[in-house]
């Protein structure tokens, strides 16, 4: 059975101080990809889920 796998999608964010960068979205509860980090990149996995209209509404509150 073949699997599809999940998309990915690249935000790059320039920011003045590394470290704080990474312990502020660390503090929001983001992992850090090692993978993909070295001394001038924190690269932060930010999990989200894709849903139709239909289940989006059903999570949302109506305004």
């Known amino acids: ?3 599809n796998p999940q998309p990915m999608f690249f935000l ?3 920011v003045k101080d590394l470290g704080k960068a990474t312990t502020f979205y660390e503090g929001l509860g983001y992992s850090k990809n090692t993978q993909f980090s070295d001394e001038n990149a924190s690269s932060m996995v930010i999990s ?16």
């Not at 989200?48 to 305004?63: K, L, Q």
């Open 12 to 14: 790059n964010l320039p």
């Open 48 to 63: 989200s889920p894709t849903r139709t209209h239909r289940r989006w509404s059903s999570v949302t509150p109506s305004s």
């Open 1 to 3: 059975m073949a699997t």
